[in-house]
């Protein structure tokens, strides 16, 4: 005879008192061990079934809401809870900035453990809806069934194209409408949707790895510039016909590109992008400086967040016009262009070739001749014989990726003793981390938390560091 299972721990009146990371609240039981729950507010009182017991903590799933937190507002989409994004719609946008500045405060207490001069206080979006410039959109012929139509007769049998909900690689929620794109981003979705339907093009059958309908990818500009980029299984009569008939019905396209996807992933960015219509890029302005955005080009995501991101660098960076600076992991050199007029020169490493080769394009188009690129990975590149050939830097601006910095670049920052380091993330905690290692020989003056993308648990974190 099998053993019993052992019933998990299903809890009553428990308070939500606090945020964690990608966007969970959290409580504490009877005997003190965190409990965390998802699609919760802090202040919520509610039930929750443990779903994942550990030893210092466990998960949970939220069962019901005994008394709502007064931080709680209706979410405005109908597809809230569902399609993977947007975690913070229950809550008042005032709320979400509190939560994402606990994030920011807890990781420099938890983790960097270093003294901070100032926390100030997080730099909110003006706009909170509509705010993406690039949203990409899944084809399925499996539809993702809502938690009220399982038991049913209802059928996932259904040409959809949305998002997929978190752990369903094979089902994608058929979205309506999307809140974080402004159009022509709604329209061209459907219209496409509807072109391939009317065309009787197979949607993809993500576990068979078949049908014709993968993908696609919307990119708007603030300068009324829109790309749009297909993904299909094969290059053959129906793609002609598809993208002919989308420019016919779609004018408001400014740059049309396909991608042939036989991988059994989606990932796009290392397929080959063929021009179809239009112009090869489109356009965006941040603050006084244009860029050319190709298919494959890095860019921030919230353009009018960006500016205020980068107006916090350059004024971290207190440059009086004389500076040798290093922008580390410069992507198509966006941060560095956008100080170049304040400082002597710049000097960008980027590790992705193509978007090095977009800076260059992007500082000629703007005039700007103190920049210089160089394509390569950045512990690699930054060594003693870069810097002694660019010279010694003045401030170092840094903007990694999540992972945060090699321990081999923060070695080179701490041997350079470059007297002001600015320092972006993505991550608040591997920035912490950072900040603790580098805190060797550099103090941190002050953190500024940013919010680039609202209703969801993502925050940006700028700070500076000053060599003692």
């Not at 008192?17 to 990608?22: F, L, R």
Request: aromatic share 8%; net charge negative; proline share 4%.
């Amino acid at each position: 005879m099998g053993r019993r299972k052992k019933q998990k721990p299903f809890y009553k009146n428990l308070e939500i008192t606090g945020v964690a990371d990608k966007g969970k609240g959290f409580g504490r039981n009877e005997e003190g061990k965190i409990i965390f729950v998802k699609k919760v507010a802090v202040g919520d009182v509610v039930s929750a079934q443990v779903i994942k017991k550990r030893k210092d903590y466990s998960e949970a799933v939220l069962k019901e809401i005994e008394t709502p937190s007064p931080d709680r507002v209706q979410p405005f989409c109908k597809h809230y809870g569902v399609c993977g994004g947007c975690q913070y719609q229950h809550v008042s946008y005032d709320a979400q900035k509190k939560y994402k500045a606990s994030i920011v405060e807890d990781a420099m207490r938890r983790i960097a453990k270093v003294p901070i001069g100032e926390i100030l206080p997080i730099l909110g979006a003006e706009k909170t809806q509509y705010y993406r410039n690039k949203l990409e959109f899944a084809f399925s012929c499996k539809r993702w069934l809502t938690a009220d139509e399982i038991n049913t007769d209802a059928t996932n049998e259904e040409d959809v194209v949305g998002f997929h909900p978190p752990g369903a690689f094979d089902k994608v929620v058929d979205v309506e409408h999307c809140y974080l794109q402004e159009e022509p981003s709604n329209e061209i979705r459907d219209t496409i949707k509807a072109i391939a339907q009317e065309q009787n093009l197979p949607f993809w059958e993500a576990r068979k790895n078949e049908g014709f309908m993968r993908q696609v990818m919307i990119r708007t500009s603030s300068l009324g510039d829109t790309m749009v980029i297909m993904g299909v299984y094969d290059d053959d009569e129906r793609l002609t016909k598809l993208m002919d008939e989308i420019v016919k019905r779609l004018p408001s396209i400014t740059s049309l590109y396909y991608c042939v996807n036989q991988k059994v992933n989606d990932f796009m960015l290392d397929l080959d992008m063929i021009l179809y219509n239009g112009e090869p890029q489109i356009t965006e302005q941040l603050g006084h400086v244009k860029f050319k955005i190709g298919p494959k080009s890095f860019f921030q995501t919230n353009t009018n967040q960006a500016k205020e991101l980068y107006d916090v660098v350059v004024k971290f960076a207190n440059l009086k016009g004389t500076e040798n600076v290093y922008d580390l992991y410069t992507g198509l050199g966006s941060i560095a262009q956008y100080v170049a007029q304040n400082c002597q020169k710049v000097t960008g490493i980027e590790e992705i070739a193509p978007a090095i080769e977009d800076a260059k394009k992007n500082a000629v188009m703007n005039g700007i001749d103190n920049c210089t690129f160089y394509a390569g990975d950045v512990k690699v590149i930054l060594n003693d014989a870069f810097i002694e050939k660019h010279g010694k830097p003045d401030l170092i601006i840094t903007d990694p990726p999540r992972a945060g910095m090699s321990k081999e670049v923060v070695a080179t920052l701490l041997e350079s003793e470059t007297p002001r380091i600015v320092y972006v993330s993505c991550n608040p905690a591997t920035q912490a981390r950072d900040l603790q290692l580098l805190h060797e020989k550099y103090d941190i003056e002050k953190v500024q938390p940013v919010d680039m993308f609202p209703h969801t648990h993502h925050i940006e974190s700028v700070a500076l560091l000053t060599k003692r």
